[in-house]
């Protein structure tokens, strides 16, 4: 019995590290997607097509916390229809969002 349960973790463990290595990039892909929200209501609201992101981020901007989560860097500023890059996800990989 005890070996069956061995088994069935050493089985399950390569799910698991799966699934926690996807975990940032599911998150990293959120926060673009909040912030193509945030300059497409900016570009509404303001009639430009750029956002810096010190105008989109703040506690009385469009997103009011802002929390990188894989010691990635979002771009400092948006133009619309501008695909977004986010580079060093996890140290190594890039994503690209286009909105």
């Not at 509404?44 to 989560?69: C, H, M, Q, W």
């Amino acid at each position: 019995m005890v070996v069956g349960i061995g088994v069935l973790a050493t089985l399950a463990l390569p799910a698991f590290q799966k699934i926690r290595s996807a975990s940032p990039v599911k998150s990293v892909l959120n926060n673009v997607r909040q912030m193509s929200v945030a300059d497409d209501a900016c570009f509404r609201e303001s009639g430009t097509d750029f956002a810096a992101s010190i105008r989109l981020i703040g506690a009385s901007n469009y997103v009011k916390v802002f929390d990188p989560v894989a010691n990635e860097a979002y771009p400092t500023a948006y133009t619309q229809g501008v695909t977004v890059t986010v580079l060093g996800v996890g140290g190594a990989r890039t994503i690209t969002y286009s909105p």
